[in-house]
């Protein structure tokens, strides 16, 4: 697993709360993750702060499991 | 007219988490005071406050984890933290974790707090300046609002009655029951958790009290002497923190169920000075008006109120609040036993109407009066007996708690024993 892989998803068990195996490429945060909508855009808070990135609403709408995350701030990177 | 009755107690005060905790340190007459530990509080002109203890639960002390799971708990300000943690102990305390679909549809909650989120509002604005608003967490707003310990509550336990909150400063937590009681009443509800939640030490918090010139500030070297009312050296009240709600429901209700029953809610009065935006009027008025009120509907004379748990937060208007009590006691004054805990739990605000009614409901159920310490010099000579460091062993049938809050807002509630 690739770095930025490693830090999204310990930011998805901190802020979820939620066991790392549960982590997958295909979880979704909401469906899968017991996310609710206010929690995804905390979720993509954190993303932009730890990597230093913005992540545009309509991209952010479109980040909907652990895999799209990971691919979106590696595109960004 | 339908009747409404105690059945739960939640606490958590400076004195520490639970109701029994804090009761009876309460009646060992201890200090909840201290220098402030949760900031830096050098700046500020006041360096001690009444905090809750944290710990690991143990000796009384508070866990959150006990009570809010942490990934939740980073979603809410402190004063919601206390709000569940005390609505939970006051519903098992009931046994009302788990009524029916029906019986949910029955129960509410009113649930208040004077100032809400200061610290995370506070927190908020920082982070604004130094970082931009996209920084702003979308939890901050439904984590600081005051009527979210109704949400968060009615949420965890599903009651989907009458959903709630009360704003009237240190007045809330006793608005707030009185107010309960009578949507009981009215039929609106058969249960209700009712009562009152704060968390403001904080920098910004004990800033805006210095600068209105009511807290104590002389007592840095002796935090546990500094809540002293009716004495002549008080100097400002303390600050505390903490929550306090009790389960309100209808008499039949309760009785049917095979509840235990503390008290009764008798009696309810409200009133406002309209004189002055943090004094109160001098002739203490507006106080007098709010007593007179509740034993109006109560049906009785002042001469049967055997316990007053006092306002009386260690600032100059003690003394208001005792001639408006010696003025509606007349020759009865010294018969009455009136106490302020606030000298032990220091001020909670808009929590704390609702721990001192808990505190009156406690003083009938185990006929005690809690002891006004720190009391070494009065202020002035009274009939009325103010339990100077010493809790009073007597009869109490019927005990009365008071609050005021800034914008002369006035609340007292009687409570009745039930035989």
């Known amino acids: 697993m690739s770095d930025i892989a490693d830090r999204v998803k310990k930011i998805v068990v901190e802020h979820l709360g939620v066991e790392e195996d549960k982590v997958s490429d295909s979880a979704s945060f909401i469906d899968d993750l017991g996310a609710d909508s206010l929690d995804t855009v905390e979720l993509v808070m954190a993303f932009e702060e730890e990597f230093g990135i913005e992540i545009p609403d309509d991209a952010a709408e479109n980040i909907q499991t652990f895999g799209d995350a990971v691919k979106f701030i590696e595109d960004a990177q | 007219m339908r009747r409404v009755v105690v059945t739960g107690l939640g606490l958590v005060t400076p004195l520490g988490c639970g109701v029994e905790t804090t009761w009876s340190r309460i009646l060992e007459g201890r200090s909840g005071a201290g220098t402030i530990t ?91 300046r130094d970082k931009g608003p996209r920084r702003v967490s979308p939890f901050f707003i439904p984590g600081s609002l005051i009527n979210l310990i109704s949400g968060q509550v009615s949420i965890r336990y599903g009651f989907k009655g009458p959903n709630h909150a009360v704003v009237t400063a240190c007045s809330t937590g006793a608005h707030a029951i009185g107010d309960a009681a009578r949507l009981i009443r009215d039929d609106d509800a058969d249960v209700m958790l009712a009562g009152g939640a704060e968390a403001a030490i904080s920098e910004i918090g004990i800033a805006g009290f210095n600068a209105c010139k009511a807290l104590s500030t002389k007592r840095g070297n002796a935090p546990e002497t500094a809540s002293r009312p009716y004495d002549t050296d008080r100097d400002g009240f303390v600050m505390g923190e903490g929550a306090g709600i009790v389960v309100l429901e209808e008499y039949e209700h309760a009785k049917a169920r095979g509840a235990t029953i503390y008290a009764e809610v008798i009696g309810y009065g409200l009133s406002g000075d309209a004189y002055h935006i943090t004094a109160p009027s001098e ?137």
């Open chain 2, 38 to 128: 949760r900031f830096d509080a050098s700046r500020l002109a006041t360096t001690y406050a009444c905090e809750v203890p944290l710990g690991d639960g143990s000796d009384g002390t508070f866990n959150a984890d006990d009570f809010v799971e942490p990934k939740e708990r980073r979603k809410i300000d402190e004063f919601i933290v206390y709000g569940l943690a005390a609505a939970t102990q006051a519903v098992e305390d009931a046994g009302w974790a788990d009524p029916s679909e029906e019986e949910k549809l029955r129960t509410g909650v009113m649930i208040g707090s004077g100032i809400g989120g200061l610290n995370s509002i506070a927190e908020t604005a920082y982070l604004i």
């Open chain 2, 283 to 419: 002739d203490g008025d507006g106080a007098e008006r709010s007593m007179r009120a509740a034993l109006g509907k109560a049906g009785l004379e002042p001469a049967a109120i055997d316990y007053i748990n006092a306002h009386g937060t260690s600032t100059m208007a003690d003394v208001i609040e005792l001639a408006a009590v010696e003025r509606m006691m007349g020759e009865a004054a010294g018969q009455v036993t009136m106490s302020s805990t606030k000298s032990m739990t220091g001020h909670l605000l808009g929590a704390a109407g609702a721990i001192e009614a808990i505190f009156s409901i406690l003083a009938i159920r185990d006929q005690v009066a809690p002891p006004t310490i720190n009391l070494d010099d009065p202020a002035v000579e009274t009939a009325i007996d103010l339990a100077p460091n010493a809790r009073r062993e007597r009869r109490i049938d019927i005990a009365l708690s008071n609050s005021f809050g800034f914008g002369g807002t006035n609340a007292s509630l009687l409570f009745g024993k039930v035989a």
